[in-house]
């Protein structure tokens, strides 16, 4: 059962079918379009017993002393400080598998966007230049080895689409997954050696900050090709810009940077990358889908059930 009486804050922005069915069940309040943070919270702030929405660190929860619970609107929580949350006995939740098709079909387009030089393309006919000249020819999917970092439930849609591509599929992760017939790497150095390509869809977060470092970019090479639609903290930024321009790393896409949404300029002079804005999940389907279960969260808290899809 919900109830109006029930006040939540809610973060940032959230998709309108998600802020209209927040706003039939609780009284909600609106920090991110508060003028004076700190006076919003002194004033709503000990009536607030949920948070909608993510970007939470220690303060904000020590400002809200009847906290219960934080539903994330997305399957990553990096933005959420989880040991604050746990010490102050608050649970969290996340909106997951509902996006693993949207972000894995994502993937797969902005791998043959780089490989076949789709952005290009499409600038090469609206320019005219069709007519005076051939576009070149460049490289397939086909028969190539990808390495996905991170074989989890976005990361295995990824690898059956891959392999409907006639990829090789290969992963490095925390521990082998024995029930999972691909290749497992313990090394991440060496399988980035390995690969043609390099998809990142692993969790952010302070555990695997710049774990794609110089030496993984190195050793994806000249020829080798990095996608990453996980969060942008993983991958040495400065590095793979560095690469990038000097040819030691064939080329990237990217849908997550560290800044977003600022993009450092430098990447847009580059032609061996494709850059996309954090669109993973990104469809109407699968961002409804979010927010139903950002509200299912809530309200199943409420009514004191089970959570659907609690990390905390
Ligand atoms: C964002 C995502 O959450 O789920 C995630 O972890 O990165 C995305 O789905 C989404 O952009 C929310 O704004």
Redesign the pocket.
């Known amino acids: 059962m919900t109830d109006a009486a029930i006040d939540i804050l809610q973060t940032h922005k959230l998709l309108a079918s998600c802020e209209a069915g927040l706003a039939e069940r609780y009284t909600v309040h609106k920090l991110h379009e508060a003028t004076d943070r700190a006076a919003f919270l002194a004033e709503v702030g000990p009536r607030i017993r949920a948070i909608a929405g993510?970007n939470v660190d220690p303060g904000l929860i020590a400002a809200l002393p009847k906290l219960e619970i934080i539903a994330?609107?997305?399957?990553?929580?990096d933005s959420i400080d989880t040991a604050a949350a746990r010490a102050a006995n608050v649970r969290v939740t996340?909106?997951p598998n509902v996006?693993n098709d949207a972000?894995a079909e994502l993937t797969i387009g902005l791998m043959v966007a780089l490989a076949r030089r789709i952005p290009q393309a499409d600038q090469f006919v609206r320019q005219g230049k069709w007519p005076h000249a051939g576009f070149g020819l460049f490289s397939e999917l086909t028969g190539k080895t990808v390495g996905i970092l991170g074989l989890g439930r976005i990361g295995k849609e990824i690898a059956t689409r891959a392999q409907a591509m006639k990829m090789r599929v290969v992963y490095y992760g925390r521990k082998r997954q024995p029930t999972e017939p691909h290749v497992f790497y313990d090394n991440l150095v060496d399988m980035a050696r390995d690969c043609d390509w390099l998809v990142i869809i692993a969790l952010g977060g302070k555990g695997t900050e710049r774990i794609v470092s110089r030496e993984v970019l190195t050793a994806l090479g000249p020829k080798g090709r990095l996608v990453n639609v996980a969060?942008g903290t993983l991958v040495d930024e400065d590095a793979m810009l560095e690469l990038l321009q000097s040819g030691g790393l064939g080329g990237a896409a990217l849908d997550?940077f560290v800044n977003e949404p600022a993009v450092p300029e430098a990447f847009f002079a580059l032609d061996n990358v494709v850059l996309s804005p954090?669109?993973?999940?990104?469809t109407t389907q699968t961002?409804d889908a979010?927010g139903a279960l950002v509200i299912a969260n809530l309200d199943a808290h409420f009514a004191g059930e089970p959570l659907p899809s609690a990390v905390v």
């Not at 994330?72 to 929580?77: D, H, M």
């Not at 954090?278 to 990104?282: L, N």
């Open positions: 993510g994330n609107f997305g399957v990553g929580y996340n909106t996006l972000v969060r997550v954090h669109q993973g999940s990104a961002r979010m």
